[in-house]
């Protein structure tokens, strides 16, 4: 994986309008400037940080490669030659943007001598895209993760002990006594199907995430399809993190008979790099939990017009 850093202060209305990076080729003089011709190196699939005004707004993704491209606006306060670079950029907006100067701590050891994206200060260096090694890229996507994923938590889940079921709605304002008596009832149940699960797996069965607090007992064949048997059953529940749980939940991945996981074509590239979810990657299965895992497949999976070859 690559990862580059753009600087987009100027630019980026129009950038993130139209879903691209863009550079000149050469200056008005005739020269290649280092900063954009790191464009070229900008492969699909690579990673592309946008940093506006100190703080990182947007990771992106390359939908294409690099290509060559006439200027894409009509930007007559900026005097660039015509002929340019453009890469299709697919941005993902952070809810919670990061400041360069909160995480320049771990960071600044991190970043490349030469070319570097910022100053030993701390502050943007003038320039447009820098090329970032891999160990500060990851650091970066690290902090991003953490943030916005702490947030995610937060906001999402004031007080239930993180045990939850799609099925059941937790704002209970307006249930009669006896349905919040019925609630209460298949909370406690979730309390204890959780405590079956940590037992049973006591990790995230996709990324091996170990603390408790933040894994999600989740059930295969939902809830409140099962019937009294199957809720309570262990093949019928991994232990989750909370985007894994997310992705699961929503159908958004499934896996087969073998354990291999299979991606909805629904699930953007971005998505797929903040959720933490790659082609190839395997999970333990059970000859038990493929009944249910069968049921995932064929009710909550996302397979608009993608062909999944049974493995039954
Ligand atoms: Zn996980």
Aim: overall charge positive; hydrophobic content about 35%; proline content about 3%.
């Amino acid at each position: 994986m690559n990862y580059f850093i753009v600087h987009q202060n100027k630019t980026f209305e129009n950038e993130f309008k139209g879903g691209f990076l863009w550079a000149p080729q050469r200056s008005k003089s005739g020269k290649e400037i280092f900063h954009w011709s790191n464009m070229k190196k900008v492969k699909e699939g690579h990673i592309v940080f946008s940093v506006i005004k100190g703080k990182i707004v947007s990771v992106g993704t390359a939908i294409s490669h690099c290509y060559t491209s006439i200027k894409p606006w009509d930007f007559d306060k900026i005097q660039w030659a015509e002929e340019g670079w453009k890469v299709d950029l697919e941005y993902n907006s952070l809810v919670e943007p990061i400041y360069i100067k909160d995480i320049f701590d771990g960071l600044k050891e991190l970043l490349p001598e030469k070319y570097s994206p910022f100053t030993k200060e701390g502050k943007g260096n003038q320039g447009y895209l820098y090329e970032l090694n891999k160990i500060s890229g990851e650091y970066i996507l690290k902090k991003i993760q953490e943030k916005n994923y702490l947030n995610h938590i937060l906001n999402n889940n004031s007080n239930q002990g993180y045990v939850k079921e799609r099925s059941v709605i937790y704002d209970s304002s307006d249930l009669t006594g006896r349905e919040k008596d019925q609630l209460v009832k298949v909370r406690i149940g979730q309390g204890k199907f959780k405590q079956l699960l940590l037992k049973r797996y006591g990790k995230c069965h996709i990324c091996g995430l170990v603390q408790e607090e933040f894994l999600i007992a989740s059930h295969i064949k939902p809830w409140k399809d099962c019937d009294e048997k199957e809720k309570v059953d262990t093949n019928n529940g991994f232990l989750l993190c909370p985007h894994h749980d997310a992705v699961f939940d929503r159908g958004y991945i499934t896996f087969n008979n073998e354990g291999e996981i299979i991606i909805s074509n629904e699930l953007s590239y971005s998505a797929k790099i903040l959720l933490n979810i790659r082609d190839g990657m395997k999970i333990e299965l059970d000859e038990h939990n493929k009944k249910y895992l069968s049921w995932h497949r064929q009710n909550i999976f996302r397979s608009m017009g993608q062909l999944i070859v049974p493995h039954e």
